[in-house]
Nanobody
Framework: QVQLVESGGGLVQPGGSLRLSCAAS????????MGWYRQAPGNQRELVAT???????NYADSVKGRFTISRDNFKNTVDLQMNSLKPEDTAVYYC???????????WGQGTLVTVSS
């Protein structure tokens, strides 16, 4: 069983920065995809960014150029550096772990990011 623990959310002013971290523990496949998703009130959960164990990244158009995802395969952590934050980035951010096909993906408990003056 894999568990994900997120940290780093909070309140930030528009234009500010935050860094989210997610630590995975348990039986982790060496080949996997980890990422961040978010859900704003009244909206569906949406992809923010993903990164494969090989380092390939994918970003939502809305965050390209502002957010950077990174991971440490040795420590089983994935981070999301968020710069130039906007009020529309306000959401609960969830860490996600996708193992190879046939195994169940895992979600973190979520961390709230609020961008407001």
């Amino acid at each position: 069983q894999v568990q994900l623990v997120e940290s780093g959310g909070g309140l930030v002013q528009p234009g500010g920065s935050l860094r989210l971290s997610c630590a995975a523990s348990g039986r982790i496949f060496s080949i996997n995809v980890m990422g961040w998703y978010r859900q704003a009130p009244g909206n569906q959960r949406e992809l923010v960014a993903t990164i494969t164990s090989g380092g390939s990244t994918n970003y939502a158009d809305s965050v390209k150029g502002r957010f950077t995802i990174s991971r440490d395969n040795f420590k089983n952590t994935v981070d999301l550096q968020m710069n130039s934050l906007k009020p529309e980035d306000t959401a609960v951010y969830y860490c996600n772990y996708k193992p190879p096909s046939g195994y169940r993906q895992v979600w973190g408990q979520g961390t709230l990011v609020t961008v407001s003056s």
